[in-house]
Nanobody
Framework: VQLQASGGGLVQPGGSLRLSCAAS????????IGWFRQAPGKEREGVAY??????????YASSVKGRFTISRDKANLNTVLLQMNSLKPEDTAVYYC??????????????????????WGQGTQVTVSS
């Protein structure tokens, strides 16, 4: 399993970015992808989660709800997108995507736990600054 995160960059406050997580070695019918971020000196925290399998389930951290949207790329079923709007300086971090071996969906209280994921991408830097 390999994950490739991309799409980071420098953006002004209020701007938008779209991150991509391209996954290989996973089933395109059933999988979980979590987006996490880690700012300097802080713990890695969950940002958003998507489960694909008999429907779609999504969860968001309260700090990004209403601003970020996680979705599956319809053109490439093993790619997950994170659309980030109304970006704030506090969104500045390295963003990582992760997946897990289990085909089971994580529940709302568990998706943000980094120990629930087995494979991680390399991270992409997002900087929000004027």
């Amino acid at each position: 399993v390999q994950l490739q995160a991309s799409g980071g960059g420098l953006v002004q406050p209020g701007g938008s970015l779209r991150l991509s997580c391209a996954a290989s070695g996973i089933s395109s019918n059933t999988y979980s992808i979590g987006w996490f971020r880690q700012a300097p000196g802080k713990e890695r925290e969950g940002v958003a989660y998507i489960y694909i399998g008999g429907g779609t389930t999504t969860f968001y951290a309260s700090s990004v709800k209403g601003r970020f949207t996680i979705s599956r790329d319809k053109a490439n079923l093993n790619t997950v997108l994170l659309q980030m709007n109304s970006l704030k300086p506090e969104d500045t971090a390295v963003y990582y995507c992760a997946t897990r071996r289990s085909p089971n969906r994580l529940i709302a209280s568990a998706w943000g736990g980094k120990n629930n994921y087995d494979y991680w991408g390399q991270g992409t830097q997002v900087t929000v600054s004027s």
